[in-house]
């Protein structure tokens, strides 16, 4: 089956992005495809490029990074909701006049069609909350 | 079918009460995160009405210590059972 998955919790706020990379992984290991993870509210802090947890603890961000890495997973993150957070990349930041940037591939920021694109095409859209 | 899944507990949030009103004759209930805690023998009883058709994520109740508390109504399945029960829903509602 054709999943995807839309996150809307904050990476170490709440267990949403715990919760959603579990369960990412226990499809892919259950030979489903998992189309796209869609970073919407809180959940486009999972994208930001310059997060440093701890060492003994889980790197969310490396974690959806490996993701896309080793099953072709899309990791889009909503540009309205990650540019009121200051998450931009590269194009958005010279856009704004912003002198770095906080969001880098494979993590891409796109509309909020593209959710219901997902939302359509997909057999399965499975939403983790804050 | 439909799944629901829940992630608070019904000793603090009332968000269960929404979902039990949504569910359907053959909807299923899975309560993962802190909702586990809607599986323990006294608080399983916001669930009456929905009796056999409620299940628990393991990997929550064990990070909470409470592997082994459900009431013996519970369903308890792991990420595996979690990712099965999607399979079997047409859809899925999550409640948070």
Known sequence: MRYAILLMGAPYSDQASHSALRFARALLARGHRLEAVFFYHDGVYNAARLSA???DEPHLTDGW???HETHGVA?????AAALRRGLMDEREAARHGKAGHSVEAPFEL???GQ????SQRCDRLVTFGP | MKLHIVNRSPAS???HEQALAAMGPEDRLLLIEDGVQGGLPQLVR???AIAGRLYAQREDLEARGLLGRCDGSVQVVDVDG???????????LSWY
């Open chain 1, 53 to 55: 947890p701890p060492q």
């Open chain 1, 75 to 79: 990791l889009q993150v909503c540009i």
């Open chain 1, 65 to 67: 990074v490996a993701l």
């Open chain 2, 46 to 48: 916001h669930f009456e």
């Open chain 2, 13 to 15: 949030h009332r968000v």
């Open chain 2, 82 to 92: 979690f990712v099965q029960l999607t399979e079997q829903a047409e859809h899925t």
């Open chain 1, 115 to 118: 959710l219901v694109d997902l």
């Open chain 1, 110 to 112: 796109t509309g909020v």
